[in-house]
């Protein structure tokens, strides 16, 4: 039996291991030609740097001086800031609501926010931009609300599947202890929901970090954010590209949110099975 | 301080569900009552109603001289001790029980002295900044006391407090919330599936089956003056003997009859007797008022019951024996001191001042 489940464990990490390697390999060739003067990329990608192809940190500086990086970075900042936080705050009220008042509306809503996670971004994405234009939504904090939409399908999902788990006594003891609905949530239930929240957080901020066909649609190339900025800085002539401060931008690009990832990802887990298996 | 009365309260839910159909209840100021039934019978409803965390279809709740049926359950001056505890889990022992007072604008210092008071009382001190997940029951149980308690509310209520704690804690804490109720001298209402919670700690009792007030009255007379069956079986354990027997007059007296036993009536049942000659009735005796009978007879119980013990139970002091009189089954509960085996054939005496008998249709006490 014990030497089935070693087998087991070895088949499971021979192929976790596969699996690893084939994901951050292209991450890999990233950092490594960041490195690289742009001749030796295009000719020898896989190479690691020597004495002659290295050149240290100067592909860095060349990206950042062609893409206007730094105010890309800061409008990128506030939308993923604003919109997770917006997408935390409104997405975990709603759930808290359907949860806790159950009749048909509530019910239809819940309903909504679920099929709105099966509708394509591309199919509506059209007459969308149209709208938020109209609306005067094609700004910096304008995008917030948009993105807040797309997030909260599946942010009210796990967060109604964590929040039914909840015993409701606690709730009703904050009522008896002489808070609203209001101050229930914000000091109870709130507090309650930080595993999933951060889960929330997480996986929107890594979705809206990283989005291009969005803001390029709406904010388009005045209000630029890294990911239009980059592809941006790309397009030229045929062999008019800087690789080499491209692949230094994309490594910057990726940075924050991998710390971000790296130093809340103990929870995704938790809030993921939480919001399964509870709900 | 105060009075708690329910006027013809009924309960009906969304999908037509009746729990509660005309609930009458007059609770004292200071009185301890406990509310007790088998699953189901509408006494957490009941507490939930006073709470006002479940609406009240209809009927009036004064709390006080107030109506209190559309107050908040926040400006009822009520606190509540719920089963699962409710404890705030982000919070340290200390906030929680702060938590209340703190929403009512009580300035830090007076805060911090109650609490710290009532931690005092409850053997709480040294786990004030510790977390409810770093509680055993009993400790998250004296939290959530404690949260109550530092409010002063007029009026304590508490939903089957001890049913998650094991039986050697249950035991401790219902001394202390008797202490409690004693010291804090409040209107307690307490709710309960145990009959020996309630029998042990209340003033009064309520006795509730399917939303209808039983029996309202103190646990001696509970226990001695059962009004129907439903409350003679509830309360006490091992519960009443309820045999079917058939009332028969020879030469004046009065006789239970069955075909294993004919027993003598006191005679102060006879009247009320008078219209139940030849007819059938349920006698109800407690396991504690059959003895056993060595063979020799005994003076002051001469009425006798043959009874086939099946099973004998050791509880310590005492012996259960379960065994069948005719084909109906008997128990009785026996001083340890008589060494007692199972299968055995036996003759219980019946102590007759302490018979019930009760209406075999609609099950009321006709005398005891």
């Known amino acids: 039996m014990n030497s089935r489940k070693r087998l087991n464990h070895s088949i499971s990490f021979t192929f976790l291991l596969f699996l690893s390697v084939i994901f951050l390999f292209p991450i890999y060739l990233v950092v490594l030609n960041s490195f690289k003067s742009k001749f030796n990329i295009v000719g020898s990608p896989f190479k690691f740097p020597n004495e002659d192809t290295f050149v240290g940190l100067e592909n860095y500086a060349n990206g950042i001086r062609m893409s206007d990086l730094m105010p890309s970075f800061l409008r990128t900042l506030i939308i993923t800031v604003g919109s997770v936080l917006a997408i935390v705050i409104f997405t975990s009220m709603a759930a808290w609501f359907i949860v806790r008042v159950k009749n048909r509306a509530t019910k239809t809503i819940y309903y909504l926010f679920l099929f709105s996670m099966i509708v394509p971004f591309q199919m509506i994405m059209f007459a969308m931009v149209s709208v938020c234009s109209k609306l005067g939504l094609n700004s910096v904090l304008g995008i917030i609300p948009v993105y807040l939409g797309f997030g909260s399908g599946m942010s009210v999902f796990l967060f109604s599947g964590f929040i039914r788990g909840l015993p409701h006594e606690i709730e009703e003891a904050a009522m008896i202890d002489g808070c609203g609905p209001l101050r229930t949530f914000f000091t109870v239930v709130f507090p309650m929901l930080k595993p999933t929240s951060i889960t929330v957080a997480i996986l929107n901020a890594m979705w809206i970090w990283n989005d291009f066909l969005l803001p390029y649609l709406l904010l388009g190339t005045q209000n630029k954010t890294l990911s239009v900025a980059i592809q941006i800085a790309t397009q030229g002539a045929y062999g008019a590209i800087d690789w080499g401060g491209f692949m230094a931008m994309l490594v910057l690009a990726i940075i924050p949110i991998v710390i971000f990832y790296l130093f809340c990802q103990k929870y995704i887990i938790k809030g993921v099975i939480d919001g399964a298996v509870k709900g | ?368």
């Not at chain 2, 008071?117 to 959530?144: N, T």
């Not at chain 2, 109550?148 to 939903?159: G, T």
């Open chain 2, 1 to 368: 301080m105060a009075t708690i009365r329910l006027e013809n309260i009924k309960k009906t839910y969304e999908d037509g569900t009746t729990v509660i159909e005309n609930l009458n209840l007059d609770i004292k100021d200071k009185e301890f009552i406990i509310l007790v039934g088998p699953s189901g019978c509408g006494k957490s409803t009941t507490l939930r109603m006073i709470a006002g965390l479940e609406e009240i279809s209809d009927g009036n709740l004064y709390i006080g001289d107030k109506r209190v049926n559309d107050v908040s359950p926040k400006d009822r001056d009520i606190a509540m001790v719920f089963q699962s505890y409710a404890l705030y889990p982000h919070m340290s022992v200390y906030k929680n029980m702060a938590f209340g007072l703190k929403n009512r604008k009580v300035p830090k210092d007076e805060i911090d002295r109650k609490v710290k008071e009532a931690a005092k009382m409850l053997d709480i001190e040294e786990y004030l900044h510790r977390k409810p997940r770093a509680l055993s029951g009993g400790q998250r149980q004296r939290v959530a006391l404690g949260r109550a308690m530092v409010r002063e509310p007029s009026v304590f209520l508490l939903d089957e407090p001890l049913s998650n704690l094991d039986a050697k804690l249950r035991t401790e804490m219902r001394n202390r919330i008797s202490i409690l109720h004693r010291k804090l001298q409040t209107t307690f209402v307490y709710v309960t599936h145990d009959q020996t919670e309630a029998m042990t700690m209340a003033d009064r009792i309520v006795v509730l089956k399917k939303g209808e007030v039983m029996q309202f009255d103190t646990p001696s007379v509970l226990y001695n003056h059962p009004k129907n069956m439903f409350v003679a079986g509830f309360i006490g354990s091992p519960q009443m003997n309820f045999l079917d027997t058939r009332i028969e007059v020879i030469k004046n007296s009065y006789f239970a009859v069955s075909e294993s036993f004919k027993i003598r009536l006191s005679e102060r049942m006879y009247d009320a007797l008078s219209l139940y000659r030849n007819k059938d009735v349920i006698l109800g005796i407690r396991p504690d008022d059959l003895h056993i009978n060595n063979g020799a007879s005994n003076e002051n119980n001469p009425e006798k019951i043959s009874a086939h013990i099946d099973i004998v139970e050791m509880t310590g002091s005492d012996y259960f024996l379960y065994g069948n009189t005719g084909n109906q089954k008997i128990t009785a509960k026996v001083t340890a001191a008589v060494r007692f085996n199972d299968d055995t054939d036996c003759e219980l005496s019946v102590d007759t001042d302490k018979i019930h008998i009760f209406d075999k249709v609609s099950e009321i006490l006709i005398c005891d």
